[in-house]
Nanobody, 120 residues
Framework: QVQLVESGGGLVQAGGSLRLSCAAS????????MGWYRQAPGKQRELVAS???????DYADSVKGRFTISRDAAKNMVFLQMNSLKPGDTAVYSC??????????????WGQGTQVTVSS
């Protein structure tokens, strides 16, 4: 099993910044992709940003230029630096890690979620 522990959410005023962290531990053979998703009330969960083992990144259009995803491969950690936050960024943010198994397939693991609230 793999456990994900998130931290860094909270309440911030519009224009402010927050940094989310997620640490993966447990039975990890190899991590293919680490990412952050968010879900606002009444909306579907959406991908915010992801980073592959090869350091390729992908961002939702709504956060490009404001959010930066990074990882510490040695510590199995992923970070999301969120700048110029807007009220529309308010959501529960969840860490996702795709773990490759030795026999070839993969399993997706999810964190418990952390609330980010941006006030206007």
């Amino acid at each position: 099993q793999v456990q994900l522990v998130e931290s860094g959410g909270g309440l911030v005023q519009a224009g402010g910044s927050l940094r989310l962290s997620c640490a993966a531990s447990g039975n990890i053979f190899r991590i293919d992709v680490m990412g952050w998703y968010r879900q606002a009330p009444g909306k579907q969960r959406e991908l915010v940003a992801s980073i592959t083992s090869g350091e390729s990144t992908d961002y939702a259009d709504s956060v490009k230029g404001r959010f930066t995803i990074s990882r510490d491969a040695a510590k199995n950690m992923v970070f999301l630096q969120m700048n110029s936050l807007k009220p529309g960024d308010t959501a529960v943010y969840s860490c996702n890690v795709r773990v490759r198994k030795p026999w070839g397939d993969y399993v997706d693991y999810w964190g418990q979620g952390t609330q980010v609230t941006v006030s206007s």
